[in-house]
Structure formats: C-alpha cells, structure tokens
C-alpha cells in the first residue's frame, strides 16, 4: 500500500508565485525523498531530508519535516514555466538496508505563464 | 559518472505473449537495483529488488519476475502477459550504502 499521500493532488499557480505541496506517511521513516517526473518521464532526485532532521534547502527547493505529524512540505519559491511537473515524495523506512520507498500519488503542479 | 539505460522505451504487445524488460547500470559495481510501476497517474509501486547477482525479492504477488544475471544489469520477464500489465515501468539503482535512488528514463507498455 503506498505509505505517502500528497495534497493537493492538483495545483496551479502564476510564474513567479510560491507552491507548496505536502506529504503524509504513517509509519516511522529512516528519510523522506521529494522527486520530479516530467510527464512520461523518468523520476529526478531533488531532495532528501533524514529523520533527525526538520528542514532543508536546495536552490530554490525547502523540505520541511515533523516526524511528530508524520507530514513533510516542499516548498519552490518563485516558481518557473519549467516547474511544471509531477512531484512525489517518498519514505523509506529502517532499517535502512535495502531500502525499499514507498511513494505517495503525487501532486500535479502546473506553472501558468 | 554513472548512468542507467531501460529498454525499449515503448512496448505494445498482445496479451498472452512473454515479455523481457531490460535495465543496465553503468560507472558503478554492485549496486542495489529496483524495478517499479507506476499505473496512469498514479505513484510508483516496488515490484522486485536486488542487493546482488542472482539475490532478488520480490514485493506484490504478480504476473511478472526478475534476474540479475550480472552485477549491472536487471532484467524484468513475463512468460503471459495480462492486459494489467500495462503500464510505466521504471527500474532504479543505488550505492550499497547510500540512500538516494536514481531512476531510469522507464519503458511504456501497452499490453492489448
């Protein structure tokens, strides 16, 4: 069953403005992974952010994680006609081995020119 | 640096016919490799994974198996496909010990 549950399922917002997607997950993780897929795509890396940690940055990317929620938030500031994409989060749960991710459904962003 | 091929990119096959879906690894050695398929706008759900040549579990009852026949190369088969079988097949690798999973460009099937 898929652990990770994204919201909203959908967004859209203008070239410039901020988008915020969050992610449920039930059980205890050892990390949560954010990707991107471009439509009939592969799945691209953007962020990973550990249990003991709350909040991480890369470029224009913030995770965001409360373990005693079990929710996560990415947030892209000034967001591009680029960004369009599906975004994912994903958990991987200890112990850490083989790791096995668990994604969620995914929330559709799409950037307006 | 390290790169990872799928093939072929797209598939339309008749349901009943054997299916072999192949993904290789370049610029590493013994990586973890992960086969995943992802239903029309859905997530991505693990189908099999492999720590080694010839080590592979697997994670749903299905239609479909795996092999690593070599260290780099994992190989997803059916002998019958169903029309269930449609979908984006992505496979993936990672270090042994790393955490992150990089995916492949997926192959399409078209089971009819």
């Known amino acids: 069953s898929q652990q990770g549950e994204e919201d909203p399922q959908a967004l859209s917002i203008q070239e410039g403005e901020n988008a915020t997607m969050n992610c449920s997950y039930k059980t205890s993780i050892n990390n949560l992974q954010w990707y991107r897929q471009n439509s009939g795509r592969g799945l691209v890396h953007l962020i990973l952010?550990?249990?003991?940690?709350r909040e991480k940055h890369s470029g224009r990317l913030r995770v965001t994680l409360d373990t005693s929620k079990k929710s996560s938030s990415l947030l892209i500031t000034a967001s591009r006609a680029a960004d369009t994409a599906s975004y994912f989060c994903a958990t991987a749960k200890p112990p850490q081995g083989a790791q096995k991710l668990v994604f969620g459904q995914g929330t559709r962003l799409t950037i307006n020119p | 640096s390290q790169t990872i091929h799928q093939w072929p990119a797209t598939l339309v096959q008749p349901v009943g016919s054997p299916l072999s879906l192949e993904c290789t690894v370049e610029g590493t050695s013994n990586p973890n490799l992960y086969w995943y398929r992802q239903a029309a706008g859905r997530g991505l759900q693990l189908l099999f994974y492999s720590v080694g040549i010839g080590q592979i579990s697997s994670e749903v009852p299905q239609n479909l198996s795996a092999s690593r026949p070599q260290d780099r190369q994992f190989i997803l088969s059916s002998k019958k496909l169903l029309l269930s079988d449609s979908g984006f097949y992505l496979c993936?690798?990672?270090?042994?010990?790393?955490?992150?999973?990089?995916f492949g460009p997926g192959t399409r099937l078209l089971v009819l």
């Open positions: 993936a690798w990672k270090q042994g010990g790393g955490e992150t999973q990089y």
């Open positions: 952010i550990r249990s003991n940690e």
